[in-house]
């Protein structure tokens, strides 16, 4: 079971990393980054296998995420044009914020906040924001199937409002900024796009799939570590 201080505390945690990155060199940025791991290590610790599987899953899957988006397509960058250490293991963070959220809160209460929240973002940036937001609008009406039809639409809704606030927060203080376009496609994006949290959807969707295949994998491992050591003792 996890932890309701989770939604507060990792996102505090990570507020306030943001801020201290853009006060730093690589050297620190490093540091930081160690640092996150270890934050990451200790908040898994005390949770069941398949929720540290579905923590290490959406890390796996949004790494890859990161290095497709910022450094070989360009769509954003970070502040010293690298992809920090403390992103990777911010993102297990980032999920355990967001179902630690939507356990705190009613079911329908928090899918409701996030549909209402990524509707009206998507609408602003295809109206009223000052940076044209198109492709954002892609991922908005991905998000809302999400939470009509999934089964974990509150793991999603939690995670949709974390991430939202995380990227109000982080382009707004340049720890990363989103391009204006597509590169290559020439569709324009908001900074942030409000498809950036909405998007972070398939992260999770993939993270749960694979979570029971990594908690079975494990457990046969350790069947077999068991085994070999329990044969080496009756030798």
């Known amino acids: 079971m996890i932890s309701r201080r989770y939604a507060i505390v990792l996102p505090a945690y990570l507020a306030g990393l943001l801020a201290l990155d853009t006060q730093v060199g690589l050297h620190v940025q490093l540091a930081l980054g160690a640092l996150t791991f270890g934050v990451l290590v200790a908040a898994l610790w005390p949770l069941s296998p398949l929720v540290r599987a579905q923590a290490i899953g959406v890390v796996l899957f949004a790494t890859v995420g990161e290095v497709t988006g910022s450094l070989v397509w360009g769509v954003y960058h970070y502040r010293l044009h690298n992809l920090p250490l403390f992103i990777p293991p911010g993102h297990g963070l980032v999920y355990l914020s967001g179902v630690a959220l939507s356990r705190s809160l009613r079911d329908r209460g928090v899918v409701w906040a996030a549909a209402t929240g990524a509707g009206a973002w998507g609408i602003a940036g295809l109206t009223v924001l000052p940076q044209l937001d198109v492709a954002g609008a892609f991922g908005v009406r991905l998000l809302l199937v999400f939470l009509w039809r ?68 494990a457990q046969a491992f350790r069947g077999i570590a068991t085994e070999r050591h329990q044969t080496d003792v009756a030798l």
């Open 150 to 217: 999934s089964r974990w639409r509150a793991t999603y809704a939690g995670v949709f409002l974390v991430v939202a606030a995380l990227e109000l927060y982080g382009t707004s203080i340049g720890t990363w900024r989103w391009a204006n376009e597509l590169p290559g496609l020439g569709i324009p994006d908001g900074n942030p796009p409000s498809g950036a949290a909405s998007g972070y959807v398939w992260f999770d969707v993939m993270a749960l799939l694979v979570a029971p295949w990594l908690v079975g994998l």
